[in-house]
């Protein structure tokens, strides 16, 4: 990984912290300039969520403890794209998340998230996380064989 890919994938990951802690989560103007404007969230619950109804639901929530993040990745996919994989651990669960980020002039920001429970007694995510690896490199071919026909 180069210098450049390390710095992108610790700031990915402080981002993605900050969207776990309790004061920015319930704080809607801090936790709405982390959102992309046209955010979504496919939740663990098979809900999805706009922007503006996560925000009702973060200001809203209880407080709890931020899971631990495991297995964290980062796959570039365009020079404004990333995606994030981890599986985010509880004492009670865990899940897979998968988080698009894209970046313009005002920084880094989500444009998408899921997340996907993990059967309980299931621990081999290893497949898992190979499956959303090869959905990041198909995004990857895609995105870059758009940005080629953009340039014709």
């Known amino acids: 990984m180069t210098a450049q890919a390390d710095a992108l994938a610790t700031m990915l990951f402080e981002l993605e912290q900050q969207l776990m802690q309790p004061e920015i989560r319930r704080d809607r103007e801090r936790a709405s300039a982390l959102l992309h404007?046209?955010?979504?969230e496919f939740g663990s619950s098979g809900r999805e969520w706009s922007r503006e109804a996560i925000l009702d639901l973060l200001e809203q929530e209880a407080n709890?403890?931020?899971?631990?993040?495991?297995?964290?990745a980062?796959?570039?996919?365009?020079?404004i794209a990333a995606l994030v994989t981890y599986r985010a651990a509880r004492a009670s669960s865990t899940s897979l998340r998968s988080s698009l980020w894209v970046g313009d002039d005002s920084g880094w920001r989500l444009l998408f998230h899921q997340g996907t429970?993990?059967?309980?007694?299931?621990?081999?995510?290893?497949?898992?996380?190979?499956?959303?690896?090869?959905?990041?490199?198909a995004a990857g071919q895609y995105l870059d064989s758009d940005a080629e026909r953009d340039e014709r």
């Open 37 to 40: 404007e046209e955010f979504r």
């Open 64 to 72: 709890q403890l931020p899971p631990e993040v495991l297995d964290f």
């Open 74 to 79: 980062v796959r570039l996919l365009s020079p």
């Open 117 to 137: 429970r993990v059967a309980s007694g299931y621990h081999d995510c290893g497949r898992l996380v190979e499956a959303l690896d090869i959905a990041a490199d």
